[in-house]
């Protein structure tokens, strides 16, 4: 089960950097409340599509994207 979830999150990854949202270790959720928070209309689509995953929970993409705080910090850097 744990490879399983890692290789979701490693998935995830490589569609947040096929969108260009960032880093290539932040998830397509983080990565789509970024957009989000850019003012990107792409980014609102896909935050209410990953929120609205059966897995996921409504406030999934920001609680991912502050759990990518230091990440994010990383990708502002370079």
Same mark, same amino acid.
């Given at each position: 089960?744990?490879?399983?979830?890692?290789?979701?999150?490693?998935?995830?990854?490589? &569609?947040?950097?096929?969108? $260009?949202?960032g880093?290539?270790?932040?998830?397509?959720?983080? $990565?789509?409340?970024e957009l989000?928070?850019?003012?990107?209309?792409? $980014?609102?689509? @896909?935050?209410? @599509?990953?929120?609205?995953?059966?897995?996921?929970? /409504?406030?999934?993409?920001? /609680?991912?994207?502050y759990?990518?705080?230091? &990440?994010?910090?990383?990708?502002?850097?370079?």
């Amino acid at each position: 089960m744990r490879r399983l979830i890692e290789l979701a999150s490693l998935l995830s990854c490589l &569609l947040n950097v096929l969108i $260009g949202t960032g880093d290539r270790e932040v998830t397509l959720s983080a $990565g789509s409340w970024e957009l989000r928070r850019r003012g990107s209309r792409w $980014g609102r689509i @896909l935050v209410a @599509l990953v929120d609205r995953l059966p897995w996921n929970h /409504q406030g999934h993409c920001e /609680q991912a994207w502050y759990q990518h705080a230091v &990440l994010w910090a990383k990708v502002t850097a370079d």
